[in-house]
């Protein structure tokens, strides 16, 4: 079974960094593209960061040059490395295979960046 369980998030101030895990049930997610999304208040859920089996990076343009991605796969974990938050970066963050798969969804961890 299929399992995606984030964390990490928390309350910063602009400026700020925090480092997210995505602990995952190994199998089919060591071999897959892995990715963050992250879902802001009244706005859909957004592609943040993806990452490939090879190490192949990909970042939004909102993001990149602040956000590093990265995976280990004997941890069964991916991670975000979240630098220089600004408070449009507020969101529950997921991470998720990439393209996503509706039944791999966690339960997000939130991300406020507030002064």
């Known amino acids: 079974q299929v399992q995606l369980v984030e964390s990490g998030g928390g309350l910063v101030q602009p400026g700020g960094s925090l480092r997210l895990s995505c602990a995952h049930s190994?199998?089919?997610?060591?071999?897959?593209?892995m990715g963050w999304y992250r879902q802001a208040p009244g706005k859909q859920r957004e592609w943040v960061a993806s990452?490939?089996?090879?190490?192949?990076?990909n970042y939004a343009d909102a993001v990149k040059g602040r956000f590093t991605i990265s995976r280990d796969n004997t941890k069964k974990g991916v991670y975000l490395q979240m630098n220089s938050l600004r408070p449009e970066d507020t969101a529950v963050y997921y991470c998720?295979?990439?393209?996503?798969?509706?039944?791999?969804w966690g339960q997000g961890t939130q991300v406020t960046v507030s002064s």
């Open positions: 998720n295979t990439c393209p996503t798969r509706g039944t791999y």
């Open positions: 990452i490939t089996p090879g190490r192949t990076i």
């Open positions: 190994g199998g089919i997610l060591s071999i897959s593209v």
